[in-house]
């Protein structure tokens, strides 16, 4: 069993910056890769990156790629996702949840989910 909760949602203006966090918990976190997903209203969830928990491989949608970040924190059992240079478009709910291969950018490919964490980008 492993829990997700996210945190550090909010306003944040176009062009900003914001970051939010993950905290993982459960026995066998080292055998899942984390992802960052989101969803707007009125659309379907959609795969944003993900990570592994050494760091070493990262996979991006195209949509962020070279504007928002993942990384994660071994030691405090947290990921992260750096949102720089966010957009109106970019407004929604972000979600953390579990993966178990490498490049799974579908959300039916990820097990355990965490609550979720408003993100809205002023224009």
């Known amino acids: 069993q492993v829990q997700l909760v996210e945190s550090g949602g909010g306003l944040v203006q176009a062009g900003g910056s914001l970051r939010v966090s993950c905290l993982a918990s459960?026995?066998?976190?080292?055998?899942?890769?984390m992802g960052w997903f989101r969803q707007a209203p009125g659309k379907e969830r959609e795969f944003v990156a993900a990570i592994n928990w050494s760091g070493t491989l990262r996979w991006y949608a195209d949509s962020v790629k070279g504007r928002f970040t993942i990384s994660s924190d071994n030691a405090k059992n947290t990921v992260y996702l750096q949102m720089n240079s966010p957009k109106p478009e970019d407004t929604a709910v972000y979600y953390c949840?579990?993966?178990?291969?490498?490049?799974?950018?579908?959300?039916?490919?990820?097990?355990?989910w965490g609550q979720g964490t408003q993100v809205t980008v002023s224009s």
């Open positions: 949840a579990t993966g178990t291969r490498v490049g799974d950018t579908s959300f039916d490919e990820y097990t355990y």
């Open positions: 459960g026995r066998t976190l080292s055998r899942y890769f």
